[in-house]
C-alpha cells in the first residue's frame, strides 16, 4: 500500500518563502510522475505542479514562476519551493501521481499566507 507523507507547512507572512516535503513509501518512485495539489476553502483539489520521471516540470499558471517542484529519487521525497501571496496561496497541500490512477491521499500540510 501506498503512503504519503507531506510535511513542511505552517505560517509564513506573504512574501515569504517555504518549502514543502513529501515521503513516498510502497511504491517504486524513480521513474514515477509526481505532482502537488492544493486545496483552499472549497471542495477541489488543484494539481499546481508536477514533475516526471525525467525531472520535466510543469506548473499552473497560478503558480508558475514563484512555485519550483523537485524531486530526490535517492530520498523517495518530492518537494515544493514557494514564494507565497497572501490567501491565494493558503491551502492544505497534498502530493500524489498527477494522472489516474491516483494513490490514496495522504493528510496534506496546511500552509497559511498571512499579511
Known amino acids: 500500500q501506498v503512503q504519503l507523507v507531506e510535511s513542511g507547512g505552517g505560517l509564513v507572512q506573504a512574501g515569504g518563502s517555504l518549502r514543502l516535503s513529501c515521503v513516498v513509501s510502497g511504491s517504486t518512485f524513480s521513474g514515477n510522475a509526481m505532482g502537488w495539489y492544493r486545496q483552499g476553502s472549497g471542495d477541489r483539489r488543484d494539481l499546481v505542479a508536477t514533475?516526471?520521471?525525467?525531472?520535466?516540470?510543469t506548473y499552473a499558471a497560478s503558480v508558475k514562476d514563484r512555485f519550483t517542484i523537485s524531486r530526490d529519487d535517492a530520498k523517495n521525497t518530492v518537494y515544493l519551493q514557494m514564494t507565497g501571496r497572501q490567501s491565494e496561496d493558503t491551502a492544505v497541500y497534498y502530493c500524489?501521481?498527477?494522472?489516474?490512477?491516483?494513490w490514496g491521499w495522504g493528510k496534506g500540510t496546511l500552509v497559511t499566507f498571512s499579511s
Open positions: 514533475v516526471t520521471g525525467a525531472y520535466t516540470t
Open positions: 500524489n501521481r498527477p494522472h489516474a490512477p491516483l
